[in-house]
């Protein structure tokens, strides 16, 4: 057989298949595939699959001819042309595929297995996905995929099919908690989705990267064996689609490539979305692995069914994780001034990597002022009135609503000190089924009066309080039973470090929606 055209596609000329002696032969559930020399010859199986149907050699051409179009997109060096596969008489029996061989030993799963330094070639593979994404096509067919709707059937059919299937290694308990967590999120978010839809975030995009069907060359990154069977599976946000590659490096077991991947891609695209969305959609990913994983356990005997054990197992682990880590919360962290509430909670944010709303900065933009003009007033007047105090929770919640329902975890300095106060924000949380973590910041009382003595002479950033107002206030406050008392006598960044592992443990028992009051 003479070598095929780089340049030529579609063509319809005649091909003959190496002699399967001659060749090395790979099968899926819907190929066989020839390796020989430099080439590879894809013959698709006359099947019927349901979600997939070649059982006619019309609809095989058509399916090879998909195959090399889509997949050009991004490698159109590797995919050469469709051949037809003729008879002694010259008709047009069959089609097949050519493609250029890639080296096994290149492959990306290989690489990494072998601990291989692939720094610089997932950096290049960082940029050649952000490109394609960004040239990528949308519509609002297209965007309708990345729906909070669609997500929600996508969820639902992976969990539904894991119940009936029941992998030995991933107990009810753990798919009930998937179930938890993924509906909580997508219900909660459904403003960060459709934010994605309307600004051309979910798109055309290869809907299946895989660390097997991506080969580290030196001339650079080929990336094979995008989704082509079905339109609406490759259509879905860009997040989504790196994620796929993201869960399937860590379970290789290589999380810091995976991680160095996320972080070039960002370079690359300018993207910017809450972290929160991309440990979702790796949790889906993983999830959907699972699934498959599963089928493979239902389906295999012996060794093989051990191993589909196992890997099941493994991917229902990193998607609860990432559904755990991706969890949007809403900390409270509060106290009577002096206890040490805003330095908290601003070494809070920084620990978390999150925002901080503050009461004493939006009381003061409410009133139009400069948040770091000292602007000291008696308490209960003006800026500390009833209506002033109630027109800054407000805001506070407003905002907090905003930037939880798009994913993000979000730090409220405040004093919350009556029970009301706390209720606005355990209402969003409630309607964005998001925790809620009350921390409590507390001294003894001669450090607190040390501290507010002490602005005096240097006035704190944005709060105004001085001993006077800080004792009527702390008088006055209501209990808090639900908060997490947090000791604000050792240094700002012990303090914070230990107000970070309560968050944590308290996100953990809260993830099934319940919240205090």
């Not at 196992?310 to 900390?331: D, K, N, T, Y």
């Not at 805001?395 to 993000?408: D, Q």
Request: with cysteine.
């Amino acid at each position: 057989m003479t070598e095929p055209s780089a340049d030529v596609a579609g063509a319809a000329q005649p091909a003959v298949l190496p002699p399967a002696a001659a060749a090395e032969v790979r099968e899926t559930h819907s190929a066989v595939v020839l390796l020989c020399g430099e080439f590879a010859y894809k013959v698709k199986k006359p099947v019927d699959l349901g979600f997939l149907d070649f059982s006619t050699a019309e609809r095989r051409r058509a399916a090879c001819h998909r195959e090399l179009v889509l997949n050009r997109r991004m490698t159109p060096d590797v995919y050469v042309e469709v051949l037809d596969l003729v008879d002694e008489q010259g008709t047009a029996r069959d089609h097949v595929l050519v493609m250029r061989r890639m080296p096994d030993d290149r492959r990306l799963s290989t690489l990494v297995r072998q601990g291989s330094d692939v720094t610089e070639a997932v950096r290049q593979l960082a940029r050649q996905v952000a490109s394609f994404h960004s040239s990528a096509r949308t519509n609002a067919q297209i965007s309708e995929c990345g729906s909070p709707e669609a997500l929600e059937q996508r969820w639902r059919s992976n969990t539904e099919a894991l119940r009936q299937l029941a992998p030995s290694g991933v107990p009810t308990a753990t798919i009930a908690e998937v179930e938890r967590l993924c509906a909580a999120y997508v219900s909660g978010r459904r403003a960060l989705l459709e934010d994605r839809m309307r600004t051309g975030r979910v798109r055309d995009g290869h809907g299946d990267l895989l660390a097997d069907d991506i080969f580290l060359l030196p001339q650079g990154p080929r990336v094979l064996d995008c989704l082509d069977f079905d339109d609406t599976l490759r259509w879905m946000d860009v997040v989504d689609d790196l994620a796929s590659l993201v869960m399937d490096l860590e379970r290789l077991g290589a999380a810091p490539v995976a991680a160095q991947l996320v972080r070039d891609y960002h370079e690359f695209s300018g993207a910017v979305e809450p972290s929160s969305l991309a440990h979702h959609y790796v949790a889906y990913r993983a999830v959907m692995r699972c699934k498959i994983a599963a089928i493979r356990e239902s389906t295999s005997t012996g060794a093989a069914r051990d191993a589909a054990a196992r890997e099941a197992a493994v991917l229902a682990a990193i998607g609860v994780r990432h559904l755990r880590a991706g969890v949007p919360r809403l900390v409270l962290v509060g106290g009577a001034p002096g206890t040490g509430k805003s330095t908290t909670a601003d070494r809070l944010g920084e620990l978390l990597s999150v925002g901080v709303l503050s009461a004493d900065r939006v009381r003061k933009e409410l009133a139009g002022l400069s948040p770091d003009v000292h602007h000291p007033e008696p308490y209960g007047v003006g800026l500390y009135s009833q209506e002033s105090t109630d027109a800054t929770y407000r805001s506070l919640a407003a905002k907090a609503r905003y930037l939880v329902g798009r994913g993000e975890t979000v730090v409220v300095d405040a004093s919350f000190s009556t029970v009301a106060q706390r209720d606005l924000f355990h209402a969003v949380g409630s309607d964005l089924r998001s925790p809620v973590v009350g921390l409590e910041c507390a001294a003894p009382r001669e450090v607190v009066a040390a501290r507010l003595r002490g602005r005096e002479h240097v006035p704190s950033q944005y709060s105004d309080a001085d001993l006077d107002v800080g004792m009527k206030l702390a008088g006055a406050r209501q209990a808090w039973p639900s908060a997490v008392t947090v000791d604000t006598t050792a240094s700002p960044e012990l303090t914070a470090r230990r107000a970070a592992e309560t968050v944590s443990g308290a996100v953990a028992e809260t993830v099934s929606g319940a919240v205090g009051s």
